[in-house]
């Protein structure tokens, strides 16, 4: 079975810094990865993905993502945040052609001025 | 496309009432997932449809819940009956499954609280 692990439970940060939200997964099988955001009183929405290919991943609202094999690990990272950056936000993991996805616990990104 | 619809958005009963909570999945889309979101246990996955069919619902709590999917557009999440500790956040959450596509759509979510 999958399993995913956030390594930090919040991430306070000043405006225009650079941000790096942790995760670690582990897995006997190939893998699917995902970053998701969940804004306030929102359902989660897709940040970026990685299936195959190009470690580096980039998705919406300026984020990125590297999937390292060796170190199981799929860091998001952000050079320059912004206020409207404060959120929850989820890594997921789920096995080639499985349906589901593995949760982590979340990360809370508050964004101070 | 309208994306997930959930009804209702808010949901407010008294313990021993039944609840029904409703999810549109986005067309196309084979997979569908009932979550379950609080503070204290953070998401958990309920259960999940495929192609309409119950796949894995080792996360439903007790027999007090139930879902259905009697068709592509649409399932339920039943409680009888509802219990305080059933409060929280509903998602349902849908997915193509085809050409490798995994990445989940959820809806806004459905809050209930039971008194």
């Known amino acids: 079975a999958q399993s995913v692990t956030q390594l930090d439970s919040q991430v306070p940060v000043f405006e225009e810094a650079p941000v790096e939200l942790r995760c670690n997964y582990s897995?006997?099988?190939?893998?699917?990865l995902f970053w998701y955001v969940q804004y306030p009183n929102q359902g989660l929405q897709l940040l970026l993905k990685?299936?195959?290919?190009?470690?580096l991943v980039k998705g919406i609202n300026g984020f990125e993502a590297e999937f390292n094999k060796s170190q199981t690990s799929f860091h998001l990272r952000k050079p320059s945040v912004h206020i409207s950056d404060t959120a929850e936000y989820f890594c997921?993991?789920?096995?080639?052609?499985?349906?589901?996805?593995?949760f982590g616990d979340g990360t809370t990104l508050t964004v101070k001025p | 496309d309208a994306g997930v619809i959930q009804s209702p958005r808010h949901e407010v009963t008294e313990m021993g009432q039944e609840v029904t909570l409703r999810c549109k999945p986005i067309?196309?889309?084979?997979?569908l997932f009932w979550y379950r979101q609080t503070m204290m246990r953070g998401l958990e996955l309920l259960i999940y449809?495929?192609?309409?069919?119950?796949?894995?619902d080792s996360g439903m709590p007790e027999d007090r819940f139930s879902a259905k999917m009697p068709n592509a557009s649409f399932s339920t999440l039943k409680i009888q009956p509802s219990e305080p500790r059933d409060s929280a956040v509903y998602f349902c959450?849908?997915?193509?499954?085809?050409?490798?596509?995994?990445?989940?759509?959820f809806g806004p979510g459905t809050r209930l609280t039971v008194t």
């Open positions: 449809f495929n192609n309409n069919v119950p796949i894995d």
């Open positions: 990685y299936l195959s290919g190009s470690t």
């Open positions: 997921a993991v789920s096995k080639v052609n499985a349906g589901k996805s593995t």
């Open positions: 959450a849908s997915s193509p499954g085809v050409l490798l596509l995994y990445e989940q759509y």
């Open positions: 067309s196309g889309h084979d997979y």
């Open positions: 897995s006997s099988v190939s893998v699917y």
